[in-house]
Structure formats: structure tokens, C-alpha cells
């Protein structure tokens, strides 16, 4: 089949790219003329497990034109739904792909929105087609609402193996068209109304993220009762009907789906004269879980004023250079407030964090130079690196102070080498 992807983000470059992989004829396309470049010279824009490898196997093009739209069979609108200030989402991105799109469809063509968008929002790119291009919904060309479960750093298997295929339909004619689309796909495809579909996105995101803030509030508890919320939430997760996935208690979430999720379909509900008291628990809880980390390290260092202080891990989670939302970025913050002086190191998110603070921040080049000297060091991301550091490098430290906002280390190990705080450690 003839795809074409509108936005070549995280989610379009990858299911651009596995589509490709598939054996599918993609053209990727984006207003970021930098962003196409680099891929059409074989370079990747994101850094994913195992997206250079895909890159150098499949023959896919990409273009700022959207003339490509014109032959296509499938579109996927892939483009970015960013937060407004007040949570809710903003839609130009859509809306400016929509209008690009009334201008180049030619043929009976199947528009699908991957974005996550608030329902309501695929009607409304359907209706700026129509305005746009004269063309009816329907009969000239078919429309659905295909939400992406993939998580960062585990893309390429998570699309081309997740736990479901949802697809919202306007009719038949433009389900078949995916259906054809995701056939080789060996788990449930759901077929339901656009906006089910769109709901269903957020609500799995909303569910998740409760989940961590629940496990989250569960940590502090077990923090007072002196009990560790790892055992806590392995023993819950035990039961089937919970789960054990996305129970790690840590340093809150970030990233680009939970926080703008959440906060979106709050919004959503607060217009409709909805009170979603328990999803805005969920934002406040998560919104404070961070500063845990400056809680937990002034229990054993009152004044930070002019001590170094190394913060491990960046991004908001590991296998990826996304910092969106990340809870490093606030730790930083208030370390900066407090007066610290601070180190950082992450394996792959360092220019981004970099842009942010310039020369405020000291930017180490290893694990080895980021401890080195320094009064207290904080992990903020669980890669793998850090995992497997030799932990008596932190007797390099000047004082070694370890708060451990993922649960890497092994309290029991550790804890004879260092001075030991994690999030929910309360033994
Ligand atoms: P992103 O910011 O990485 O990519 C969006 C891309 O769209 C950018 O490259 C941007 O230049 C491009 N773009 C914007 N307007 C355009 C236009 N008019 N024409 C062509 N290109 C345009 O965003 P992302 O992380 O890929 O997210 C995309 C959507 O998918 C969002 O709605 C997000 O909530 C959702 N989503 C993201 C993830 C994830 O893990 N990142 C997972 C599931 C769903």
C-alpha cells in the first residue's frame, strides 16, 4: 500500500518506518526541513533501540512537499498535540496537516489520525478536509482514528508487537482499508466509532499514570512505616487482577504522553461541567513526587547552599533522549534555588538538557568525572549504565551520598559502601 505519514516525530518516523519494514511504499513528511534531511541521508532524528538498524534495511522517502499525499491510500496524521497553559490540547499542528491535506488529496484516500487528540478532533480534521479540497466524507475519501500504544525506547517492538490494534472507523470502507494495512498483525484489532477510539487512547494513559501515582504515594507511605515499597507492590502486583506492570514507585512520571494526557482529558471534562477529581490527584501527586528527591537528600543534608551535587539520568525515562516532562528537570531546579552547584550526566540526553541551561550546569563526560568530588549524587532515570556502574566509584565522591529516585541499586548492597536514600526505602 501507498503510505504516507504527516509528521516525522516519534511516532511517525516509526510507523512510517515499520510500515516500510512490512513492505509497504512510505513517504514520510515534515515541516522540519532538518528533521527530513537527516533521514534521507540514513541518519536518525530520535534516538530509539534499533531504529538505525530498521533505517538502513527499508527504502522510505521523506519530503516537506505534500504533494506525496495525492497517490497515497493511507495518511496517518502523526503530527504533535502539545499542551496549551491551561492543559488543554492545542490542535494547529492538526488542523495545518487537515488543511494540507484538503489541498493534495486526489483520490479516494484513508486519512487516520495517530495523534492523540480529545474526541471530537478527527470529526473536525474531516470537516476542514471537506471545507478545504470540496471533496464529502464518505465517498471521496474515508476516515479513522488509529491510536499508538508504543512507549519510547521500546518503539519499534512495541508497534510492530503491541497488545492491540484499535481502530475507529467512520465506516466500513475505511476500516477495511487498515484492516488490510495492519494484517499481518497477530493480536486483537479492535474495530469501534472514531470517538471511542479516540477515548480509549486516554484512557489507557490516564490508567497507567495512575498506577504510578498511586504506587508513588504507596513509596511515601512505606518510607514512614519503614517497609520498602518494592516488595509492597510486588506482592500486589501478584494478583491478576492489578498486574505487576507500571507499579515502580521513583521519581514521578514525565515524558510527552502521561503529564499532556492526563491534563488533557481533564480539561475535556472540566468544559463538558465534569469534575475529574480522582485524574487531577493523579497530576497533583505526580506534580510534587519529584521534590521527594531534595526531601530525601536533606534528611541527611540540611544546607545545599554551595555543595556539589551530581544528578545521574536526564531524559524521563531510560532508551530514549526525550526530557519532555522529565522530573530531572525540576530536581535540577530546585537544586539550582537552593544554591547547589550541579553535575549532570545522562548517555544520550545531554544536548538537550544542554539547551535548557547553557553554562549553569556543569555537563560531565562519563559516570566517573560526574561523582568525582561531589557531596551528593541523585538518580534520576534508571539506564542500564547505572545499573551496572561498579558502585565503588562512589568512594571518589567527597561525601558519598547516594539518593536513588528509581530504585537501581540493591539497599542491602549499597548501603555498606554509601550513604543510602531511595524513594520508598524506608528499612
Ligand atoms: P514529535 O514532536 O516527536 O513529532 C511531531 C512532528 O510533527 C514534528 O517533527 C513536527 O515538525 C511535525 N509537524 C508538525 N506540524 C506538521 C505539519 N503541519 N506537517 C508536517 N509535519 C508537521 O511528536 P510525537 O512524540 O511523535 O507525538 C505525535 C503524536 O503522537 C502526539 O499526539 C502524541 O501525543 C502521540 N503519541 C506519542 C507517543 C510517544 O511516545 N512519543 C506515543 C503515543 C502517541
Redesign the pocket.
Known sequence: MKVVT????????ITGACFADLGNDVTL????DK?ISMINNGET??HENGLKELMKKINITATTS?NPIADADVVFI????PSNDDGSIDLK?IR??AE?IGKHIEKYTVITV????IPGTTDEVSEIIEKVSGKKLGQDFGLCMN??????GN?ISDFMNPDRVVIGQHDDRSGEVLKELYKSFECPVMFTDIRTAEMI?YVSNVFLAAKVSLSNEVANICELIGSDVRDVMKGVGLDRRISPYFLNAGAGFG???FP??VMAIISLAEKMGYEPGMMKHIVRTNDVQPFRMIKLLKKRMRDLEGRDISVMGLAFKPGTD?IREAPALKVINSLLEHGANVAVYDPEAMENVRQIYGDKIIFAENIEKAIEGKDATLFLTEWKEFKEMDISLFKTMRRPLVVDGRRIFDPELIKKEVEYEAIGYGR
Request: aromatic share 10%.
Open positions: 504527516i509528521g516525522s516525530g516519534y511516532v511517525g518516523l513528511i515534515d515541516i522540519d528533521k532524528p530520535i505534500y502523526a503530527v504533535g498535540t499542528y495545518s496537516a494540507a495517530k495523534s492523540t487528540v491510536p499508538e500504544f508504543l512507549r519510547e518503539a487512547k515524558g510527552s504522553c499532556k494526557d526525550d
